[in-house]
C-alpha cells in the first residue's frame, strides 16, 4: 500500500501537467506520460528487489533513483510553463545569474556531485519595467488569459529591501582573501568584509510565486537592471550579515573580474547594451521527452564572464568550496 501511494503521489503531479501537454513539443504528450508510467514501473521493482522482505513493525522506503530531486522536475515543468507565456505575451524578461550559468552549461539547472542548485534568477532591464511590472501585477489578479489557460497561478511580492552593495576592499584585505583561498571564514574576517557593504543597492526588484495545484510552486527572483551610460550594470546586490561577504570574497578569489576598482569604489559589474538585446531562446533539458526555450541575453557568454569571470564553464560550488565538481553529460530531471 505504501509503494502505491508513493507510486501515485510521484504520478499525480507528471499527469497534471502532461495531460494537458503544457510546453511539451507536439505529439509526445502521449509518449511521455507512457514514459513516466514505465519509469514508475521499473522503479517499483527495483524497490522490490532491493528491500526484501519487509519486518513486522518497520515501514521500508521507497528508493527512487532520480538523477535530480522530484521536486526540481516539478519545477522545470513549470519553469517551460512560465516562459511560454512570458514568451506568448512578448514581456522582456531573461535568465540571469545561476538560471542563466545553468541554461548556457547544463542546459538545466546547476548540477553539482550529489546535489542540484535550483536558482530561479530572473531579469530585466530598466528601461522594461514600464512593461515588466505591470504584466507581473495584472497576472497576480488573476487577469493574465495564458496562465489562466494553463492552471497557472502568479503572485508578486512587495519590492525587495535592505538589499545592499559593497566597495572594494583595501589592498590589504584582498591579500587576505588570496591567502585564505578556499579556508572557512572567521567570524572577525566575514565581520570586515560585512563592513564594506553598508550602501543601498541600485538594483532593485521583487519576488513573484507562480502555482500550479497538485504541482507544487516556484519562487522566482526579479531583479531590474540598472544602466549607466551605454552599460547595464549589477552591483553586489546582497544580504550585508548573509551572502555579502562570501560575495565580496568570490570577486576577488574565484572570480577576479574587478580587480582595477580601487579601495573604496563601487563595486560594479559593468555589460555592454549589446549583449542583451534582441533576446533569444536556449534550450532548456527537463527530461529525455520534454525541454523548453528559456529567453537568454543576446550574448550570454560574455554576460556570464563579466558575472563570474573566464572560469564560467567549469562547475564549481561556493557553498562547498572544496568540492571538486565535474561537468558530466546531459542530466535529466525526471
Not at 10 to 39: D, E, F, M, P, Y
Not at 51 to 73: E, F, K, N, Y
Request: charged share 20%.
Amino acid at each position: 500500500a505504501s509503494l502505491a501511494q508513493a507510486t501515485m503521489a510521484q504520478a499525480s503531479w507528471a499527469q497534471a501537467l502532461i495531460g494537458k501537454g503544457v510546453g511539451l513539443r507536439s505529439g509526445c504528450a502521449h509518449g511521455c506520460w507512457v514514459c513516466v508510467l514505465v519509469w514508475l514501473s521499473f522503479q517499483s521493482m527495483k524497490f522490490r528487489s532491493t528491500t526484501g522482505s519487509v519486518q513486522r513493525g518497520r515501514v521500508p522506503q521507497l528508493r527512487i533513483h532520480l538523477p535530480a530531486p522530484a521536486a526540481a522536475c516539478r519545477q522545470g515543468h513549470l519553469l517551460g510553463a512560465f516562459f511560454k507565456c512570458v514568451a506568448a505575451d512578448g514581456v522582456p524578461l531573461f535568465a540571469r545569474h545561476g538560471l542563466l550559468l545553468g541554461a548556457i552549461r547544463e542546459k538545466s539547472f546547476i548540477h553539482f556531485n550529489k546535489s542540484m542548485d535550483v536558482d530561479l534568477d530572473v531579469g530585466f532591464l530598466y528601461e522594461d519595467d514600464s512593461v515588466v511590472t505591470p504584466w507581473f501585477v495584472n497576472a497576480s489578479r488573476g487577469l493574465n488569459i495564458c496562465l489562466k489557460k494553463i492552471g497557472l497561478t502568479l503572485r508578486k511580492s512587495k519590492e525587495h529591501r535592505r538589499i545592499k552593495t559593497c566597495v572594494a576592499p583595501s589592498h590589504a584585505l584582498r591579500q587576505q582573501i588570496m591567502e585564505l583561498r578556499d579556508g572557512k571564514l572567521n567570524n572577525t574576517f566575514k565581520n570586515q568584509l560585512a563592513g564594506l557593504c553598508t550602501n543601498v543597492s541600485d538594483v532593485g526588484g521583487f519576488g513573484a510565486t507562480v502555482a500550479k495545484k497538485g504541482v507544487g510552486n516556484l519562487k522566482l527572483s526579479i531583479s531590474r537592471w540598472p544602466k549607466h551610460g551605454d552599460e547595464y550594470f549589477y552591483d553586489m546586490c546582497c544580504n550585508r550579515f548573509d551572502n555579502c561577504p562570501m560575495e565580496v570574497r568570490m570577486v576577488y578569489w574565484r572570480y577576479k573580474t574587478l580587480p582595477h576598482i580601487e579601495p573604496g569604489e563601487l563595486l560594479r559589474k559593468m555589460m555592454p547594451a549589446s549583449a542583451f538585446k534582441p533576446f533569444k531562446l536556449q534550450e532548456f533539458v527537463v527530461s529525455r521527452n520534454y525541454s523548453f526555450g528559456i529567453v537568454v541575453p543576446n550574448k550570454p557568454e560574455l554576460v556570464l564572464t563579466r558575472l563570474y569571470g573566464i572560469g564560467w564553464s567549469t562547475p564549481f560550488n561556493k557553498n562547498g568550496l572544496t568540492e571538486k565538481v565535474a561537468l558530466k553529460p546531459q542530466a535529466y530531471l525526471c
